[in-house]
């Protein structure tokens, strides 16, 4: 499997880019945080750009983005994408889901 790297135009669309330049973009966490949001001190949610395709087979976009929910019920779930805006919508999904699930950490 070939790995691919990317990095974001100026718009936050996906170009690929070879090994230094994707090092290099990715060494500012501002071109790597698309959204973090802390939903109660022990949860929180983040969606960041990856830049690597971690797609493990078949055919489609390259999943570049990835959001994680940390703390709570739905601890360490985690959603892939492919561009910007489905990475913001999937954040506020996640979000959501937290806050629905924080009835669940009662014990």
């Known amino acids: 499997m070939k790995i691919r790297w990317y990095i974001l135009d100026a718009n936050h669309h996906p170009v690929p880019a070879s090994l230094m330049e994707w090092a290099e973009f990715l060494g500012d966490e501002k071109n790597r945080t698309v959204n973090w949001t802390q939903v109660t001190s022990q949860v929180h949610?983040?969606?960041?750009?990856?830049?690597?395709?971690?797609?493990?087979?078949?055919?489609g976009p390259p999943l570049l983005f990835e959001t994680m929910i940390f703390g709570g019920a739905l601890d360490r779930h985690m959603?892939?994408?492919?561009?910007?805006?489905?990475?913001?919508?999937?954040?506020?999904?996640?979000?959501?889901?937290?806050?629905?699930?924080l009835h669940s950490e009662v014990t």
């Open 45 to 59: 949610v983040s969606t960041i750009f990856l830049g690597i395709d971690l797609r493990p087979f078949g055919n």
């Open 79 to 101: 959603w892939r994408c492919s561009s910007w805006d489905d990475a913001e919508a999937g954040h506020q999904a996640a979000g959501r889901k937290a806050r629905a699930n």
